[in-house]
Structures are given as structure tokens and as C-alpha cells.
């Protein structure tokens, strides 16, 4: 769906447009392209690449600084979902190797430490328990299972080869990333003032670090971790810049299943899935309880927040750290945000009327247009229903106004 949270204190618009990008693995980051591209495709004159500041947290970090730096959205879906081979090849494999210097160095830790383990169990074997032993030997674990190097290598090609600038200095817009001091627990920000002279592919590559999965960050002797820890879209950052419509995706919501249904639980599903829940259900609290503020603390602004709805199943049961399927996911994103637009257009077309935007209309009524006439920027196939619906719509407003 998407939220609406129009200006309580509304005055005439400034024009100052933003965008803020939730995190949320691969499959957010896949998410918000498509989500993105039926926002672009559907509102006239709007270009993602024409906001004011962007926001990016995690993997929505790697979109923002993408359209902060100029690359437009069909590139960035060219690049990201397509694997077109004219630009700079995307392998999702470069974003899973194995951190192998990592694990020789613990490795070569083992011997000794498991040496001074069980020497501490032997001198004390009834009062040492199972976990007093795997937190002594944990030490030798890496702390990521996978390099994020190549990652942040990979984000600087795209940004020198189809974008301006790796240098937030350099920039013609605002951007601002959001990654999380280890050692202090503290929000960290990259961009719009702060920690300008780091460049953005690493800002990125601190704010995606996902604690686990990938290491902490090494910038400058301080260590960043994940952004979404503590932030989870932080729309804040470009309310305070006097922005007066915000745009924002949010791919990650807690599934929500009808008491009548008849299928299994999420508990059968095991671990994983009642971890994603649990997941889930704390990034939206977090996300809500933002949204709320945000309503006195920036009483001039209109949000505009596209999500799935609560009871997509299909998207629910997809990993959020799955490469596979990326084109369907990104199209079937495409899908669901424009059936969200046309079921809330008469909410969204005031709010978008006071910034100067309006919906395109006739697109919205093509009844087959999907992500593929958007990345050609063709038309869907426009039937006489829907020209006689134009027709009589037309029509009615005419007796209205005469």
C-alpha cells in the first residue's frame, strides 16, 4: 500500500522533492527498484534522478547513491536486475565470496585457543557449561562470513563510470547514508556535512555491512556496521532540509494472515521464518513510530511511503538474500506499486496537485503495461474502453464546471 501522511500545517510547496530508501538485504534493494520505476513511470514530469536529497540506508543506500550521482532508474535496473552486458556487468557472486583471509587468521588462532579452552574446562569441569566453552572458542569465528570488498569496488565502477562522482563533495544533490558505529552503537552519517571527505562506495559499503553476513568497516580507525541497527529509513534526514514532499519505499513489513486461513502457521516454517518475522516486526514498529513524529515535527511536509501489503505471501516467502529471481521480483514490485497508485489515486492526486504532480492517467488505465513497456518507454496496448472511459470522464467534468 501506500501511506499517505499528508502536511498537517500545509502552505504553498517550496518544489523541495526528496527520497528515502529503507534497507532490507538484496531482495529490498530489488524491491525499491521496481517500486521506484512505477513511481517514475506513472507520476508525469517526475524523475527520480530530480530530487532534492536522497537518504539511503543499506541497500537502499547503493539506489540513492546511484540516483544521487545522476545514473537514471532504467540504468540502474539495466545494471542491477538485467545484467545488460553493454554496461557494467552485475555478478552476484562477487557479493558472496567467502571472507578466506578472514577465517586463515582465526584459523591459525585455533590451536592455542582451543588449548587454553579446555584447560579452563579441566580445572573447573562442573561449573564450566556448554556456553561458557563456545564463548571462549567464538573469538576464532570471523566476524563476517563474506568480503564486502568487492561490493564497495563494484558500486565506485558504476558511480565513475555512469554516474558524476565518488566524492559527496562533488555532487550536484544532497546525500546522506546511514551505517552504525560498532563501538559506540551511535548513528553514523556519511554525506550533507558529515564525513564528506569519505567516499561514497565506502559510505555504502559501512551502511550495507550487515553484522554476521559481512564485516564491520574499517574507516579512518572506527568500525561501521549496518545502518538499518539503528535507523531504518531515517526520513528525518531530508525533512530537516526544509523538504516539502517526501517520497520513500519501504520493502520490509511483517506478513499478516487472514485468522480464517487454513494454512500452516509461520512456526511451521522453522527458524528462518520466525526470525524474518521477528525481523520484520521491528523495522515497521521502528518505521511507524518515525512516521508519527514526523507529522508535528515537519508539519509542512507530505510523505508518500510505498510498501507491499501486509499479506504478500510471495514476497514473504522470498529470502532476503537471494540474487535468484531479481528480474521477477524487481517486475512483480513494478506491478504492485501500480496497483497501489491506481486504487489510491484520488488520495494521492490533492497532495501531488500542491507540489505541481499529478498522475498520469491514461497509463494508469492501460491495463497491460508492466516494467518492460517502462524500460522501453513504450505504450500498452490504450483499448476503446478505456479511451471511452477517458471520454466520458472528460465529459462529466465539462457539465461539472459549465
Same mark, same amino acid.
Given at each position: ?42 507520476? #508525469? ?9 536522497? #537518504? ?347
Amino acid at each position: 500500500m501506500i501511506t499517505i501522511k499528508p502536511a498537517a500545517d500545509p502552505i504553498s510547496s517550496n518544489r523541495k522533492f526528496g527520497l528515502a530508501l529503507a534497507g532490507g538485504g538484496p531482495l529490498g534493494g530489488f524491491y525499491e527498484l521496481g517500486a521506484l520505476s512505477a513511481l517514475e513511470d506513472h507520476i #508525469v514530469d517526475l524523475s527520480m534522478n530530480d530530487m532534492d536529497i536522497y #537518504v539511503g540506508v543499506s541497500s537502499g543506500a547503493f539506489l540513492a547513491a546511484g540516483l544521487a550521482n545522476g545514473v537514471s532508474l532504467r540504468q540502474m535496473v539495466q545494471i542491477f536486475i538485467f545484467d545488460n552486458q553493454s554496461l557494467t556487468p552485475f555478478n552476484p557472486d562477487h557479493f558472496l565470496q567467502p571472507a578466506y583471509r578472514d577465517f586463515l587468521i582465526n584459523l591459525a588462532k585455533s590451536p592455542g585457543l582451543l588449548t587454553k579452552t579446555l584447560l579452563k574446562w579441566a580445572k573447573n569441569p562442573f561449573k564450566t557449561g556448554v556456553v561458557d566453552l563456545l564463548e571462549s572458542l567464538g573469538t576464532a569465528l570471523p566476524t563476517g562470513v563474506f568480503n564486502n570488498k568487492k561490493l564497495e569496488h563494484f558500486l565506485k565502477t558504476v558511480l565513475l563510470e555512469h554516474g558524476q562522482t565518488n566524492d559527496f563533495r562533488e555532487l550536484d544533490k544532497q546525500l546522506y547514508i546511514v551505517a552504525c558505529e560498532l563501538n559506540t552503537g551511535k548513528i553514523a552519517g556519511f554525506g550533507n556535512n558529515i564525513n564528506e571527505d569519505v567516499p561514497i562506495s565506502k559510505a555504502v559499503q559501512a551502511s550495507s555491512a550487515l553484522p554476521g553476513l559481512y564485516a564491520p568497516v574499517n574507516i579512518k580507525g572506527r568500525y561501521y556496521v549496518d545502518g538499518a541497527l539503528r535507523r531504518t529509513m531515517n526520513a528525518s534526514a531530508a525533512l530537516k532540509q526544509n523538504t516539502h514532499l517526501l517520497f520513500a519505499v519501504n520493502p520490509i513489513v511483517p506478513f499478516s494472515r487472514a485468522p480464517e486461513s487454513t494454512k500452516k502457521g509461520l512456526e511451521s516454517g522453522g527458524l528462518p521464518m520466525v526470525l524474518s518475522q521477528t525481523f520484520r516486526s521491528i523495522v515497521q514498529s521502528r518505521l511507524k513510530s518515525g512516521l508519527d513524529k514526523y507529522e508535528s515535527l515537519y508539519p509542512q511536509a507530505d510523505i508518500l511511503l510505498a510498501e507491499p501489503d501486509a499479506d504478500d505471501e510471495k514476497l514473504f516467502a522470498s529470502n532476503l538474500f537471494s540474487y535468484s529471481h531479481r528480474d521477477e521480483l524487481c517486475a512483480y514490485a513494478y506491478r504492485v506499486t501500480r496497483q497501489h497508485l491506481q486504487k489510491q489515486q484520488h488520495q494521492l492526486k490533492p497532495i501531488l496537485k500542491r507540489h505541481g504532480l499529478q498522475l498520469d492517467l491514461r497509463k494508469l488505465k492501460t491495463k497491460q503495461r508492466d516494467l518492460n513497456h517502462y524500460m522501453t518507454n513504450s505504450q500498452a496496448t490504450y483499448g476503446w474502453r478505456e479511451r471511452l472511459d477517458d471520454s466520458l470522464t472528460e465529459l462529466e467534468q465539462s457539465i461539472k464546471a459549465g
